[in-house]
């Protein structure tokens, strides 16, 4: 596959995880690649816990659905029944799960680039989330992104100190397909804006 066709085929997976085995070799790949991404002040800030009990996903799962209702709840109408058919997680059926989490602490207190936007160190771990995504998918693997979580839960479950702050769970393994149109715009969610739409020449143009 190349870029373009990685970047196109990437899926955010709910349903079609299969539940089989991920090669060692494969997983390293893609965990090294997450470990690749740029960082302010080269801060590599990341830290990645690999999570395959089931007992520990079961957990988490159960606080992922309260959280959907709860979510659920602050819905009405159309918005409600539309809803209630999307599926938010796959965190049973996937293969394993890859908590990201974001240590401000590494590399300071000298953060060359940090020091007027204290963000930057969080965008570091999402671009390691990000290469990650798509190094699945040039593996043949999904990633489902589940941010259906209060994060003091996520830091209490799995023993996180308190300044690493729990910036993604994500399903991972291989899977049936990769659907060619995103869930939610197949359910009727919200589809994708045209890039006219978000693209400003010279100045921001107000719409
Ligand atoms: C920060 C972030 C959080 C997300 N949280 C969830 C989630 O909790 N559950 C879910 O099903 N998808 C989640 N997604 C996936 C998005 O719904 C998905 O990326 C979007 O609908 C576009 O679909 P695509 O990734 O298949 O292109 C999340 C994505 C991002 C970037």
Aim: neutral net charge; aromatic residues 8%.
């Amino acid at each position: 596959m190349d870029f373009y066709d990685v970047v196109q085929r990437r899926r955010d997976v709910r349903a079609e995880f299969t539940g089989e085995p991920v090669d060692d070799a494969v997983l390293h790949r893609v965990l090294s690649a997450a470990h690749h991404a740029p960082s302010v002040g080269m801060t590599q800030p990341w830290d990645f816990i690999l999570v395959r009990d089931v007992g520990t996903r079961a957990a988490f799962r159960e606080h992922v659905l309260a959280e959907r209702a709860a979510f659920a709840a602050t819905l009405s109408g159309e918005r409600a029944r539309t809803f209630d058919r999307i599926k938010v997680e796959g965190i049973l059926e996937s293969t394993l799960s890859v908590v990201v989490g974001y240590d401000p602490t590494r590399g300071s207190p000298a953060v060359l680039g940090r020091h007027a936007i204290a963000d930057a160190g969080l965008y570091s771990s999402v671009l390691a989330i990000q290469n990650l995504w798509l190094a699945a998918t040039a593996e043949g693997l999904g990633v489902g992104w589940v941010s259906f979580y209060r994060e003091e839960h996520l830091r209490d479950l799995l023993g996180m100190p308190a300044h690493v702050r729990p910036v993604a769970w994500l399903c991972l393994g291989p899977v049936r397909r990769l659907q060619e149109v995103p869930d939610l715009e197949r359910h009727g969610w919200r589809a994708r804006v045209p890039l006219a739409e978000v693209l400003h020449e010279e100045r921001y143009t107000a719409r």
